[in-house]
Each structure stands twice: as structure tokens, then as C-alpha cells.
């Protein structure tokens, strides 16, 4: 499985961005979609999850700014993300994982930079 993550860039606080994942390769058997990110000198920590009967879950520091969604056709999932702020800067990773009848292996795209500054 392969993922392209694309729609990082710099933006000034209170504005909106959003990332896409494109999915390629043998995805059949993808249950969890979603997004993580990485700040300098931190660790990685979970943004937001999509399941493929659409069921989300989002970090307490995002909820209510960002909105995850995700297209089953066309294997995509994308994040909308409003009233940005400093504190969400950071490298964005795209994440996929396999249900365990298809070997529950995870998965992760290359990672978009996010900078929200003035």
C-alpha cells in the first residue's frame, strides 16, 4: 500500500487548509483511515481517524476545527482543517491500516509540512 499525502503549506492563524491521501497498491482490506502529525521534538500523536463505515475520532485540541472524510471509491481520505493555529504546526503523516482478516499491517504516506504562522 502506498500513500500520497499533498495540501501542506504555510498559513496564518485563523486560516483553513486541507490535506488529501491518495491510496495505491493492494488496499483491499483497509479499515482505519486517517491522519497523525509530528511536531519538532515530540512524538507522533493521532489527529484524526475515519473508519470505512464513516465512524471518526479526533484529538481533543482539533475537535471542532477539523473534519475528517473519506471517499471508499476513490480510496482517498482528506482533512479539513479551520481557525488554525500556531500550535498545529507540525509534519503531517497519512495513515492506513488493514483490518486483521487482511493482516492488520499500518501504513503511512510520506508526511506534509503545516505551518501555521504569521
Known amino acids: 500500500v502506498q500513500l500520497q499525502a499533498s495540501g501542506g503549506g504555510l498559513v496564518q492563524p485563523g486560516g483553513s487548509l486541507r490535506l488529501s491521501c491518495a491510496t495505491s497498491g493492494s488496499i483491499s482490506g483497509i479499515s482505519v483511515m486517517g491522519w497523525y502529525r509530528q511536531a519538532p521534538g515530540t512524538q507522533r500523536e493521532l489527529v484524526a481517524t475515519i473508519t470505512n463505515g464513516g465512524v471518526t475520532n479526533y484529538a481533543d485540541s482539533v475537535k471542532g476545527r477539523f473534519t475528517i472524510s473519506r471517499d471508499n471509491a476513490k480510496k482517498t481520505v482528506d482533512l479539513q482543517m479551520n481557525s488554525l493555529k500556531p500550535a498545529d504546526t507540525a509534519v503531517y503523516y497519512c495513515?492506513?491500516?488493514?483490518?486483521?482478516?487482511?493482516?492488520?499491517?499500518?501504513?503511512w504516506g510520506q508526511g506534509t509540512q503545516v505551518t501555521v504562522s504569521s
Open positions: 495513515y492506513a491500516a488493514k483490518s486483521r482478516l487482511f493482516g492488520g499491517s499500518n501504513y
